[in-house]
């Protein structure tokens, strides 16, 4: 489905969270995307995946005020916390983030 559109499609990932290395009651981060201008059409889309392992981790987080991060029909463990993804220090540019879990 997204295959056509973003570049960095990965298909059958296996992600393994070591969260368990970090402090007690601090949460990893998955991804961290970032654009520079809304029309780049890059983004990370994960397919028929796998996110397991040790700890709490965020899905992703922006590394720019744009991103575009999907995960789509993943098996997402226990190890993702609950709210999925976080805004980080870009709290003010929510509406110009795409963070997507569909058929998960």
């Known amino acids: ?24 009651g601090v949460a990893g981060y998955i991804t961290a995307q970032g654009r520079t201008y809304p029309y780049d059409a890059s983004g990370f889309v994960f397919t028929d995946s796998l996110v397991y392992g040790s700890g709490k981790a965020f899905l992703g987080r922006p590394w720019r005020s744009y991103v575009r991060v ?34 998960c």
């Open 1 to 24: 489905m997204f295959k056509y559109l973003y570049p960095n499609n990965e298909k059958k990932c296996v992600i393994n969270v070591l969260g368990a290395t970090l402090k007690p």
């Open 70 to 103: 999907i995960f789509y029909n993943t098996d997402l463990t226990d190890v993702v916390v609950p709210q999925g993804w976080d805004s980080w220090h870009f709290g003010g540019h929510v509406s110009q983030m795409t963070f997507a879990e569909i058929g």
